[in-house]
């Protein structure tokens, strides 16, 4: 009996000193053969009660297991040790990983045309005195043409990086332009012999003597962009719109169509927001007539006579807290506004300015901060809502919370295989139960797993019209070190202080400022029709964030802090 209790003790403790040593070690990133940069970044799993070593050095491992380390590599070959290390015993991985010299660029070899690259799009339609940009990378020390015998001029190599044979010029479109009915090419010459290359590039010729061509502005979402540029957020955006606006195009690139507002204002539209419209119609403009403004009981509105659908741009400014809306195409015949103050709670003063020959500009003061104004057309009246500032209590709102992604749309991961429509759906629905228990009402873009798309996001808060917006997400990207902390968006100025209020709370927690970000061109950002802020709470790229967004009292004190931080708002507007 004493014999077989001392052989189940030792199999016990055999058992337990195995357990011990056996550390879990899986490396996430980092795990590469080849790279270019001399810092280079891993993250992992481990046991949450182990220490981990890369070449050496100690990094930390969080409450998830989940680590970050950083390590210097040399050029050529390196061999990284880490190691997992619990009490004596550890796991150990050697990960080879060959560092390459910056990338050089270099001349093209042989004779040839290596690449062309027309800007600023490869399709686009012109008309005249548009500048088209073509960049050549081919055999140095050669004559290259284009278009009808265009020289394209060498750069030195001071311009270039060191490197020879990158061609460039720039051609101006000329009236009645015949360079675009046949296909594009470039030819190369040394002297001896020569080589042509098709540009693939679609260029159209839009004559400007020829009847123009007219878009209408279609779908529940319209919009204009400055320009051409872009990021992962899309282009940076005028205004929305509506639609059944008439706009000549006067060009294109890609996608978007460039659109002539007034005698010196252009915009870009995509093209699935329009259109096209039967020939010999003409392009809106319009006096403007009478005015009226007088409230009921949620706006004060705004009625504009105009005798057509204009495009238009609204914007906030402050100190004085004004909303300024610009009608394009629109021409002073304004002789008096009917105004009818004892119906009017946020509209202060209402005045107009002719700020250009087809640009009128509706300058509209507010009583108070700025809750939220929308533009519509009623016929060809314009109708400007101006919402009213509501009760400043907490339980007397209706508060909208999107909680971003979901679905197929899983966002960022982190270390731990944690994704980040889930951690977003869990912020929201605590944060709503918390609201609700002070009396708020309460709606959440999605409360399950599904997809939903920003158009469909924009469009329910149309629907629903609350007093204000939390979106929810988790930041992601650059190094697990310093890519880390909390931070808050807005776009328009105006809803500003609801950004600013709930930062400063959610900076009394242990976490990095990753600031306040203005102007921020994210689509549940840019509805002007009530305050709204995108919350990211902490980065889910970082393990030491990620932990905290998995620990459930750290997710109870964090939507604490936003619901003081919106406190702190309403307390702002008194």
Request: charged share 25%; glycine share 8%.
């Amino acid at each position: 009996m004493i014999k077989h209790y001392i052989i189940s003790l030792f199999l016990i403790l055999s058992l337990s000193a195995n357990n011990l040593s056996a550390q879990n070690l899986k490396i996430v990133t980092g795990e590469v053969d080849t790279v270019y940069s001399a810092y280079h970044y891993f993250k992992g799993i481990t046991d949450n009660d182990a220490k981990i070593f890369v070449a050496g050095k100690e990094f930390p491992v969080y409450r998830t297991g989940a680590f970050a380390a950083e390590t210097e590599l040399k050029e050529g070959n390196n061999e990284i040790e880490i190691i997992a290390r619990r009490g004596s015993e550890q796991t150990q991985k050697n990960i080879k990983i060959f560092r390459k010299p910056p990338k050089a660029i270099t001349a093209t070899q042989g004779f040839a045309i290596e690449n062309i690259e027309i800007l600023p799009s490869q399709n686009m339609t012109v008309t005249v005195g548009d500048i088209i940009k073509i960049k050549v990378k081919a055999t140095p020390n050669c004559k290259v043409t284009w278009l009808n015998n265009v020289r394209l001029h060498e750069l030195p190599v001071s311009e270039t990086n060191g490197t020879a044979g990158i061609y460039q010029s720039s051609y101006t479109v000329e009236d009645n332009d015949k360079n675009f009915k046949k296909p594009l090419r470039v030819k190369i010459s040394n002297g001896k012999k020569s080589i042509k290359q098709e540009v693939n590039a679609k260029i159209v010729f839009m004559n400007k003597n020829a009847e123009p061509l007219m878009l209408r502005t279609k779908g529940e979402l319209p919009y204009l962009n400055y320009g051409l540029g872009t990021d992962r957020l899309g282009g940076s955006k005028i205004s929305h719109i509506v639609e059944g606006i008439i706009l000549q195009a006067t060009g294109k690139a890609g996608n978007l169509y460039r659109v002539k507002l007034s005698k010196n204002y252009q915009a870009w539209i995509p093209e699935d927001c329009v259109e096209t419209v039967s020939s010999g119609m003409f392009k809106p403009q319009s006096l403007t007539g009478s005015w009226s403004v007088r409230g009921n009981e949620k706006y004060d509105i705004v009625n504009l006579s105009l005798g057509d659908k204009l495009p238009f741009r609204t914007f906030h400014e402050i100190n004085p807290n004004r909303i300024i809306v610009d009608i394009f195409g629109a021409t002073s015949n304004t002789s008096w506004i009917t105004q009818y103050p004892e119906t009017l709670k946020q509209i202060k003063n209402l005045t107009f300015e002719q700020i250009e020959d087809d640009i009128f500009r509706v300058i509209i003061e507010l009583a108070h901060n700025h809750w939220g104004h929308k533009i519509e057309y009623n016929g060809n009246n314009m109708v400007i809502s101006v919402k009213h500032q509501p009760k400043l209590e907490l339980g007397s709102l209706h508060i909208a919370i999107d909680a971003g992604h979901g679905g197929s749309n899983i966002g960022a991961r982190g270390t731990t295989g944690a994704v980040e429509k889930d951690i977003n759906l869990k912020f929201a629905k605590i944060l709503k139960e918390k609201l609700e228990e002070k009396g708020v009402k309460v709606s959440l873009t999605r409360s399950e797993d599904t997809d939903m798309s920003m158009s469909e996001r924009i469009l329910l808060m149309r629907k629903i019209d609350p007093d204000l917006l939390v979106s929810i997400h988790c930041n992601a990207g650059g190094s697990p070190f310093t890519g880390k902390g909390t931070s808050t968006y807005y776009r328009h100025v105006g809803f500003r202080p609801l950004s600013t209020s709930i930062l400063k709370r959610l900076l009394e927690l242990d976490v990095n400022n990753f600031g306040n970000v203005g102007s921020f061109n994210f689509a549940l950002n840019s509805p002007t029709e009530y305050p709204n802020v995108l919350v990211e709470t902490l980065f889910i790229s970082s393990p030491e964030d990620e932990a905290k967004l998995l620990d459930d009292n750290f997710r109870n004190q964090m939507t604490d802090k936003i619901i003081t931080g919106l406190q702190d708002f309403l307390n702002e507007q008194k």
